[in-house]
Structures are given as C-alpha cells and as structure tokens.
C-alpha cells in the first residue's frame, strides 16, 4: 500500500493562494470610478444645500434669541449683519453681510456701541453663499419683544441665501432659502421658487 506524505497532503487540501490579475484589478478601478462619478455631484449638492439649510436656520434661531432675550432682560435688542462679528466692538454694516450679532441695545439706536453688551456672535458663513437683504439688514426689539417699527433705520424684513445655481426648483423646493420676518418679529424660513422670488422683490441672487 503506498502511503501518503503529510506534505504531499497539505498541497492537496490548501491549494496555492493567488492575488488578483491586472484585468480584475481594472475592472474593480473602473466601477470605483463610475461610482465616484455618480455619487460626487450628489454629494456636491448636498454640501450645498447644508450650507444654505444651515445659515438661514442660525439667522432664525438668532433672532429668536434676541426676542425671547429683549423680553427676559426687559432691555431693547437687535440684530444686526457685520463684516466682523469677531470685532471687540462690531459695526453693524446696514448691507447684506455675512456674519452678525444679537446685542442689547440700550439706547435703541439701531447700532452696537462699546458699552452694550454682546448676547450672540454668528461667525461669517461659507464664501459660496450669497447673502442678500432688504432694509438696513437690522431689526430691532422692544421690551415686550414686538419689533421695533422702522425708526434710526429701515427694518430688515427678507433675507435670501443663495449661491451660484441661483433660484431654480429642485425637487419640492428650490436651491436658494428665505428668511422672511414678519412685523410683529416672527420670523419663518421658507424654500419654495415662488417663496424666494417673492422675498427678492424683482432683484436677483447670485
């Protein structure tokens, strides 16, 4: 009977291991690029459309706080769009910039002076964005936290955020949002074409 070596047996039971060939290797390459391509410009919009979601969400929650803030503190507050809201002293700008802050203003000037104190600083947003508004880019609250009618400067109304698709529909909504802000102070985002267009009063964004 010929007997069998234990080497012999291992070559039968676990063949030879081998890596991919260059022609599996290019097939795996090419669907990762296919991939790529069809997930990139998804991912591209999405970037987008956080960007804009997120910015016209903080300016909602800021003036909210200055509202709930002027009723809590029984001072008269504001926000205002500035260049710097780093700055130790910010100037409001009364343009459509892209940072801003909410501050008690005590004097009801409608302007952030060294002595008033800062309650909120919104870091500017993304380069992409387009801000666009209305008025002076300022609304005031009184004590009782109504807004204040326009007085030392227009009252600040619309506010679109936008950036380089402009105002299209996409999907349900559009690529651009609005904030609107009512008199009494409310405010209320809004995504629609027909939302959007309207808070642009004819101009356009970019």
């Known amino acids: 009977m ?5 080497h012999s ?13 260059l022609v599996e290797l290019m097939v795996v390459l090419s669907l990762a690029v296919i991939l790529g ?5 998804s991912m591209r919009t999405l970037l987008q459309n956080g960007r804009l979601t997120s910015a016209t969400n903080d300016l ?3 003036i909210n706080r200055a509202r ?7 001072v008269p507050t504001a ?6 809201p780093a700055a130790a002293s910010p100037v409001c700008d009364y343009g459509a910039a892209r940072g801003w802050i909410v501050f008690v203003d005590s004097n009801g000037d409608w302007a952030h002076q060294s002595n008033e104190a800062i309650l909120e600083r919104h870091a500017t947003i993304d380069a992409t964005v387009t801000v666009k508004t209305d008025g002076d880019a300022v609304v005031a609250f009184s004590a009782t936290g109504f807004a204040t009618p326009s007085a030392a400067h227009q009252a600040l109304r619309n506010v679109i955020f936008c950036d380089a698709r402009g105002v299209v529909a996409a999907g349900t909504s559009s690529t651009a949002r609005a904030l609107l802000i009512a008199t009494t102070g409310r405010g209320r985002a809004v995504s629609s074409v027909a939302d959007v267009q309207s808070a642009l009063a004819g101009s356009a964004c970019p």
């Open 2 to 6: 010929r007997r069998v070596s234990h």
């Open 60 to 62: 909602l929650a800021s």
């Open 37 to 41: 391509a069809i997930a990139v410009p």
């Open 68 to 74: 709930t803030e002027a009723l809590k503190l029984q």
């Open 79 to 84: 926000v205002c769009f500035t260049t710097n």
């Open 9 to 21: 047996l291992l070559n039968r039971v676990a063949p030879r291991s081998a890596g991919y060939t």
